[in-house]
Each structure stands twice: as structure tokens, then as C-alpha cells.
């Protein structure tokens, strides 16, 4: 016998994960769908990492389990400029909800450095992860292939951990290209300037399983991250 699908009964079950960007979750009920995998899209400078340490700082707030994987930065800096917007990554870290793990994109290991994320992945059951960045890894010396990107992120979906990816947005990359497969959600960003002011944008272009709009939403950044305008 054929079961009726109740539409309201399956958006109950949807678990969602905050964001950590103030105002932002009003716009995708709630939060991410937890166990998806969301692309942070845009040119260099317009907010992404931070939108990534304001992710990773939520789930930590919550005693969730983190894993910041940093590409273009050694640990360091990471945790130097969470501290500036009064994310505490070290008090994190000796509570054992977060770990910075950096790679290094420069050296020749194309399918091995996936291997090696994968296998830090799975080395604790995270509840968040971020990669930063997709596009670094994608420039390595020895390019990953469009096919070992794809077994990378189905392996990831299957961890059931909700992840974080930043890419850089230039429509050649390999990186970009797989947009539009792998991510359960894409948010751009965008960044301008007239005369002193500053205009920066977030806007949600994709997200499975949940009502939102395609409008471009201000943002700034505050002394505790990032904020709605």
C-alpha cells in the first residue's frame, strides 16, 4: 500500500544546524540541514573564512565537535584572527570541541592530501567541519581530478557531519565547477565599495530541503562577528 507523504511531518524532521552569523538563519528556517555540505562562494576578502570561524564558533558555544581544516594558513593565523572577533579557539581546542589541522596545498600529493583530510575526518565523530579552502587544494602541484573531488564529498556526506567549504569564485576553477553537484547549498558572497563606505552582500543561492529567497542580504562585521544590517 502506498504511504501519503505528509509535508509538514518531514520539514519537523529536518534537524538544522545555526549558522553563526547573526540574522542569517531567519532566512533558511532555522539553519542548515544538518548533514549537508554548503559552498561559501566569492572573491577574496568579501567575508568567507570568517563566515567559517563564525560557523565553527556556534558549534563549539553548543559542545559540538569541530574540525576547522585550514589549506592557505598554518593554525596560527586562524586562531589569531578568531580571537579578534572574541571567538575563543584556544580555550576550545583544551576542551577538545575544536582542532585546527592545516595541509599544505604547495606540495605534490594530489590524492594522498585527500586521503589524509578524509582520514582526519573520520578520526572523531565531528559535528562541524570546515575546508578552507577547496580552491587551494585545487591548485595544487599536482591538480586533483574532477573525479577524485567527487569520491572526496560523497565520503564526506556519508560522516554525516555538516560541512563548510570555501572556494575562491572564478567559473574555470574545478572547484567551481563542481558547485553545482556536490553542494546541498551555495551562498555567494560580494564585496564594494563607493567612496568610504564599504557594501558587502550575502546572498543564498541554493539549499535543499529548505524555503528561501535569492535576495542579496547586507552584512558587516562587528567586534563578535559577523551581523545581518
Not at 579552502?133 to 573531488?149: K, W
Not at 567559473?171 to 565599495?193: C, Q
Request: hydrophobic residues 40%; aromatic residues 10%; negative net charge.
Amino acid at each position: 500500500m502506498e504511504q501519503n507523504i505528509n509535508f509538514n511531518t518531514i520539514k519537523k524532521q529536518i534537524e538544522r544546524v545555526k549558522s553563526g552569523v547573526n540574522g542569517l538563519d531567519n532566512f533558511m528556517e532555522g539553519g542548515f540541514p544538518k548533514g549537508s555540505n554548503i559552498i561559501l562562494s566569492g572573491l577574496p576578502g568579501t567575508g568567507k573564512s570568517l563566515f567559517g570561524m563564525a560557523y565553527i564558533a556556534e558549534g563549539c558555544r553548543n559542545n559540538e565537535k569541530c574540525l576547522y581544516i585550514t589549506v592557505e594558513q598554518i593554525p596560527a593565523a586562524i586562531i589569531k584572527q578568531a580571537i579578534q572577533f572574541n571567538w575563543n579557539f584556544p580555550q576550545w581546542q583544551d576542551q577538545g570541541n575544536l582542532q585546527v589541522v592545516h595541509f599544505d596545498f604547495k606540495k605534490p600529493i594530489e590524492q594522498k592530501m585527500l586521503e589524509d583530510i578524509l582520514e582526519t575526518i573520520e578520526s572523531d565523530p565531528y559535528d562541524r567541519l570546515v575546508i578552507d579552502s577547496i580552491s587551494a587544494i585545487s591548485h595544487s602541484p599536482l591538480p586533483v581530478s574532477y573525479y577524485n573531488f567527487l569520491i572526496f564529498f560523497d565520503k564526506i556526506s556519508q560522516k554525516g557531519v555538516t560541512t563548510v567549504c570555501i572556494a575562491q569564485k572564478d567559473e574555470k576553477e574545478l572547484a567551481n565547477k563542481l558547485l553545482e553537484y556536490v553542494g546541498d547549498g551555495l551562498i555567494d558572497f560580494e564585496a564594494s565599495a563607493v567612496g568610504e563606505t564599504e557594501n558587502r552582500t550575502i546572498q543564498i543561492k541554493k539549499l535543499r530541503w529548505t524555503k528561501t529567497n535569492i535576495l542579496q542580504h547586507p552584512f558587516e562585521f562587528t567586534e563578535n562577528g559577523i551581523s545581518l544590517i
